[in-house]
């Protein structure tokens, strides 16, 4: 019996550990080393290691975009050359790490974006009912890309970017 009291304790040990262990992987902390874009930057880790970083629930426009410049300059702003936490999520097909991204003690950089009219809710991959009331009021306000009545979600810019390329490969071929 005693036996068996010893091994349920040593058990559930090892069962909070590997909890604890769990949330703290979730965790990352390094120095931010260059900002890809509006939405991704790379994250240099204690252990040097460089990761890429796509900020989670979010869209900012794309290259060549009104406002891609003006968001990349802001997060640039934001977080370039500090050392911060990342919050994982995931990681998406692209290999880069999907996160919540904490700065200056306590903005989220995601939910800045949004309320700067930087970013658009990705409601597609967020439940995040905050970044939805954020970004309405950031188009009632007409911020940043909103004050465009015709701006154009980066998904959809990606999508229009693909049939375009789609389109010009069908009309090579039948020449």
């Excluded at 994250?43 to 979010?58: C, E, H, P, W, Y």
């Excluded at 990681?91 to 970013?119: C, E």
């Amino acid at each position: 019996m005693k036996r068996y009291i010893i091994c349920i304790f040593l058990l559930s040990c090892f069962v909070v550990k590997s909890q604890n262990l769990k949330k703290e992987d979730n965790i990352i902390y390094g120095k931010v080393t260059a900002i890809t874009d509006g939405d991704t930057f790379k994250l240099l880790t204690q252990d040097s290691t460089l990761i890429r970083v796509r900020l989670a629930n979010i869209d900012c426009p794309e290259r060549k975009q009104p406002f891609s410049n003006k968001a990349k300059q802001f997060v640039s702003d934001a977080i370039f050359g500090d050392h911060i936490n990342i919050h994982i999520l995931k990681k998406d097909r692209y290999g880069r790490f999907i996160a919540n991204v904490m700065y200056k003690d306590a903005l989220n950089l995601s939910y800045q974006l949004v309320q700067h009219g930087l970013a658009w809710h990705y409601k597609e991959y967020s439940k995040d009912t905050n970044l939805q009331a954020m970004e309405d009021e950031a188009r009632k306000n007409k911020m940043g890309l909103w004050a465009d009545s015709n701006s154009i979600a980066p998904w959809q810019w990606r999508a229009n970017k693909k049939e375009a390329s789609r389109l010009k490969k069908l009309s090579e071929n039948k020449k």
